[in-house]
Nanobody, 115 residues
Framework: QVQLVESGGGLVQAGGSLRLSCAAS????????MGWYRQAPGKQRELVAH???????NYADSVKGRFTISRDNAKNTVYLQMNSLKPEDTAVYYC?????????WGQGTQVTVSS
């Protein structure tokens, strides 16, 4: 099992940047895949990006070229660098980890992008 703690959310103007962090309670080498999801009011939770323990990444089409997911193995932390933010990016962002087919979630961090 693993505990996940997100941080870095906040209020930003359109075109601005934020970096989200997800700190894991165990070595991320032992986590098969970590990712970021987001959920806006009235909408389903959707994948934003994920990264495997081998470094393979995947992004939602809506964030390609703007967001970057990365890892710091020494800090057991996964990051989501968000650039050129749009109001449509406003949502609660959740960290996710998959370990041997079991999924785990963080508590979420709010990102609000104003026009």
């Amino acid at each position: 099992q693993v505990q996940l703690v997100e941080s870095g959310g906040g209020l930003v103007q359109a075109g601005g940047s934020l970096r989200l962090s997800c700190a894991a309670s165990r070595s991320i080498f032992s986590i098969n895949r970590m990712g970021w999801y987001r959920q806006a009011p009235g909408k389903q939770r959707e994948l934003v990006a994920h990264i495997t323990n081998g470094g393979r990444t995947n992004y939602a089409d809506s964030v390609k070229g703007r967001f970057t997911i990365s890892r710091d193995n020494a800090k057991n932390t996964v990051y989501l660098q968000m650039n050129s933010l749009k109001p449509e990016d406003t949502a609660v962002y959740y960290c996710n980890a998959v370990i041997n087919f079991d999924g785990y979630w963080g508590q979420g961090t709010q990102v609000t992008v104003s026009s």
